[in-house]
């Protein structure tokens, strides 16, 4: 009975995850995937209930390096918010409704320590990771957009050296 789609996962660290429940992904889905990931060295799961009129964690938030995430302060809970802090991340705050919700401008890839790809059309947001010394790269995805998706749900995850 469980169900879980890889987008309601969001990698903290190596041993940290953030496991989110909603329209797609169940407390049943998130027991397997989190039996799995234990197996795997996992020792710290950070619950994310997603909230009605989204499907998955990354376009609420990401992370931009070891120490740095961005969230969309509105509808990220308190607790996700403080287990970042507690592990030492500074937490910056999409700026704009509209930009998060209209422009995925949370659903980016970053391709290295605070250098990101994210969707073109977002300057508010851009402006906000660009202050904190991030490199954005603008892609158009438009075509992609109109499906619900953007540039995180187009890409898997990269394998980093240590």
């Known amino acids: 009975k469980g169900i879980f789609e890889g987008a309601c996962a969001l990698w903290v660290d190596r041993e940290t ?6 329209v797609r992904a169940n407390e049943a889905g998130v027991r397997q995937v989190r039996e799995v990931l234990q197996e795997m060295g996992v020792k710290h799961f950070i619950p994310f209930p997603i909230p ?11 992370i931009l390096d070891r120490d740095l995430a961005i969230i969309f302060p509105w509808q990220t809970p308190y607790d996700v918010w403080a287990a970042l802090r507690e592990r030492g991340f500074e937490v910056l705050e999409a700026p704009s409704v509209e930009e998060v919700k209209g422009g995925f401008a949370l659903n980016f890839v970053a391709l290295a320590p605070r250098k990101v790809v994210m969707p073109a059309g977002n300057p508010a947001t851009q402006a906000v990771l660009e202050a904190a010394g991030v490199t954005v790269i603008e892609h158009p995805v438009d075509e992609i957009m109109k499906g619900w998706g953007a540039i995180h749900c187009m890409t898997a995850f990269l394998k980093r050296e240590d």
């Open 17 to 22: 995850i953030i496991l989110g429940t909603g």
């Open 52 to 62: 009605y009129g989204h499907a998955h964690v990354d376009g609420l938030m990401n």
